[in-house]
């Protein structure tokens, strides 16, 4: 079979052709129509290989007003306010999982339990456990599961990837990582732990975790100090308001991290150096680096994670005992990474090809952002303890 790395790349490859088997159509059911629910919406509604049969939300009436804000037919969908109902009744190919984080493991497992291929939305899962427990069933179902991070459908990102495996840099010893924005709190289901879980981590950190950890082939955590605050999300001084509530309603029910760093080691003897942030009095914590022993690159930071890079990169290595300076331009990209993340999908549904994103990877992923919330704890290095599958 073909790796997921292949499976990204065929279906770059086959959006650009624009080629795309109508003649059977992939019954799809959402979980969860909240606000991420919209992404995948807009995606599902270009592709004519895809009949949209079935919603379930919590909320009674959501799943209808969410129809008719996203210009959906409803006649033939049918709505649920129990997504176990919508799994019983209804006979469905694939499923976009978009419920909050606490939620995720829950609605996965039964969709898998049910026959049903699945999209789950990141983060992955609140905690390792968790994340194993899905891959437990993900095993014993055989189903399709792949995680929703689109910026790996990014050219920008693929080519950090490729400078890697290239040799350019030689052993990798060290990297630097992180992003997040001066000001950004998303309030809502994000910052009470009840739905959320997690914070930042969850929302932008897993995505600048998976950059790096992507390019050098997933080594296996092996242990972590981590820190955590949440200074401005719990401040009136700093907390805004949402259509629910008023700033000081959010500050008061904020209960997750806005800001999250962490020193991890890898194995092959990597250092993760990472730091994550909603809010803090600093435009950026840094540029992602990544050092090797032949080389190093400079990946520059973005304002808030957008699935791409901040700027050309820059490779840094000798030539002939002169130290030189490789400017790695930007690949222009006009496409739609979440369009790319949705397509590959399908593509995968159909054509029984491995998860695009693959949750053996992001399993380190999850166990890292676990390990951290655990460190902070304690206040101390702990092991990262990956459970068996």
């Known amino acids: 079979m073909a790796s997921g790395d292949a499976v990204l790349s065929q279906t770059t490859q086959a959006m650009e052709e624009k080629k795309i088997d109508s003649s059977k159509k992939l019954r799809v059911g959402f979980i969860g129509t909240g606000g991420i629910a919209r992404s995948h919406m807009r995606q599902y509604k270009k592709f004519p290989d895809v009949e ?3 919603m379930a939300d919590l909320v009674p009436g959501k799943c209808k007003a969410f129809c008719d804000f996203m210009e959906v037919d409803d006649t033939n969908i049918h709505f649920y306010t129990d997504h176990k109902e919508m799994l ?3 006979k469905l190919d694939a499923v976009s999982i978009c419920t909050y984080n606490a939620t995720h493991a829950e609605c996965t497992m039964d969709a898998l339990r049910a026959g049903v291929n699945v999209l789950l939305e990141k983060p992955f899962t609140v905690t390792v456990e968790e994340a194993a427990e899905v891959m437990k069933v993900e095993k014993e179902t055989g189903k399709l599961l792949t995680i929703g991070f689109q910026p790996r459908m990014d050219p920008n990102m693929q080519q950090i990837k490729k400078i890697v495996e290239s040799g350019a840099l030689g052993e990798i010893y060290y990297i630097q990582t992180g992003g997040g924005r001066r000001r950004g709190i998303p309030n809502r289901t994000f910052i009470e732990k009840d739905t959320a879980g997690i914070g930042a981590m969850g929302d932008i950190g897993c995505y600048s975790l998976d950059m790096v950890l992507n390019a050098i082939g997933y080594p296996k955590p092996l242990t972590v100090t981590g820190y955590t605050s949440d200074f401005f999300g719990t401040s009136k001084k700093y907390a805004t308001p949402d259509v629910d509530h008023t700033a000081e309603e959010n500050a008061a029910r904020f209960n997750v991290e806005d800001f999250a760093a962490a020193f991890i080691r890898l194995e092959g003897g990597i250092v993760l150096d990472f730091r994550i942030s909603w809010a803090m009095h600093l435009d950026t914590p840094g540029d992602t680096v990544i050092l090797g ?3 190093a690159l400079r990946i520059p930071s973005t304002n808030c ?29 006009d496409g739609d990474r979440f369009e790319l ?20 990877q992001i399993l380190y992923n999850q166990a890292i952002i676990d390990g951290i919330v655990k460190s902070a704890q304690v206040g101390r290095e702990i092991e990262i303890v990956i459970p068996e599958i």
């Open 52 to 54: 949209i049969v079935a």
């Open 88 to 90: 019983k009744n209804e």
């Open 293 to 295: 022993k032949k080389g």
């Open 305 to 333: 994670w957008n699935g791409t890079v901040g700027g050309p990169m820059t490779l840094y290595t000798d030539v002939a005992g002169l130290q030189t300076q490789t400017e790695i331009p930007i690949i222009p990209f």
């Open 341 to 360: 993340k949705v397509r590959s999908f399908l593509d995968a549904v159909k054509d029984g090809t491995p998860a695009p994103v693959p949750t053996s």
